[in-house]
């Protein structure tokens, strides 16, 4: 059983700066691909960026370039640092864990709106 708490969101102004934490509790936290997706408000949910637990990252298109996802494995803790953020990316932002043979967990989300 994994529980994810997420944490940093808010409010922050189109080209500023944000970061993201998802602090996950259980054992065995490196063996986790950790994920964030976002949902806007009549869309569906939508991955954001994921790491694996070997390290390799991928990214929606959308925000190459932009947002980084990091790990660090001794505070069992997933981050989302969002740099240049635009209107477009203000959503609920989920973070999950998944691991092939054992499941899928989802944090409750942290709200981020980014307005001027």
């Known amino acids: 059983q994994v529980q994810l708490v997420e944490s940093g969101g808010g409010l922050v102004q189109p080209g500023g700066s944000l970061r993201l934490s998802c602090a996950a509790s259980?054992?065995?936290?490196?063996?986790?691909?950790m994920g964030w997706y976002r949902q806007a408000p009549g869309k569906q949910r939508e991955l954001v960026a994921r790491?694996?637990?070997?390290?390799?990252?991928n990214y929606a298109d959308s925000v190459k370039g932009r947002f980084t996802i990091s790990r660090d494995i001794a505070k069992n803790t997933v981050y989302l640092q969002m740099n240049s953020p635009k209107p477009e990316d203000t959503a609920v932002y989920y973070c999950?864990?998944?691991?092939?043979?054992?499941?899928?967990?989802w944090g409750q989300g942290t709200q981020v709106t980014v307005s001027s």
């Open positions: 999950r864990a998944d691991k092939i043979g054992i499941g899928v967990y």
């Open positions: 790491i694996t637990s070997g390290g390799s990252t």
């Open positions: 259980g054992s065995n936290f490196g063996s986790y691909s």
